[in-house]
């Protein structure tokens, strides 16, 4: 499924981690999980990436990451509020020092007009900075290719908080 291309971003993003001993979490819902399976495709990762959460349904997100579930009510699991929750969540639920979090419309079918297919919301958080978001409109060129340009926005998210 990762090109070479996803796996030499993944190798070179971990190492630019370790070298600052850094560590990773994942929270992901429209990937389920892919950030993490990247990360994990490249030997010695387990020395950066330190856990992942899939948190598809709104109860995960609740559970698992501390999401309110009235942010997710007010705003919907596809927003920028509950992308940053997610991330701030997933620190408080880790030893990371960075967490990414990824929250969207994947599709084929679930997108309307306010939040259409290909409309993905990402945030970061690191330990002791506030936390910092992105949104992307992928368009629908599919499912697949979808959740692909999320872990590739994901990685470039992780690499923005090592500055």
């Known amino acids: 499924m990762f090109s070479d291309d ?60 501390g999401v309110p579930p009235e942010l997710i009510a007010a705003h919907g699991a596809v927003s920028e509020p509950v992308a940053r929750a997610m991330a701030e969540g997933a620190l408080t639920a880790s030893r990371a020092d960075v967490a990414v979090s990824i929250t969207g419309v994947a599709g084929p ?14 945030a970061a958080a690191r330990r002791g900075r506030p936390s910092v978001h992105v949104e992307k409109r992928f368009g629908d060129p599919g499912r697949r290719e979808i959740r692909l340009h999320s872990v590739a926005t994901a990685l470039e998210l992780l690499r923005r908080m090592l500055d």
Do not use: Q, W
């Open 6 to 65: 996803d796996r030499e971003a993944a190798r070179r993003l971990l190492a630019d981690f370790a070298i600052r001993k850094l560590k990773i979490a994942t929270a992901e819902s429209c990937t389920g999980g892919l950030v993490a399976a990247l990360l994990t495709e490249i030997p010695g990762s387990s020395a950066t990436l330190e856990r992942g959460f899939v948190t598809y349904s709104n109860e995960a997100k609740s559970e698992m990451l």
């Open 109 to 122: 079918d679930g997108g309307t007009e306010a939040k259409p297919v290909g409309l993905v919301h990402f």
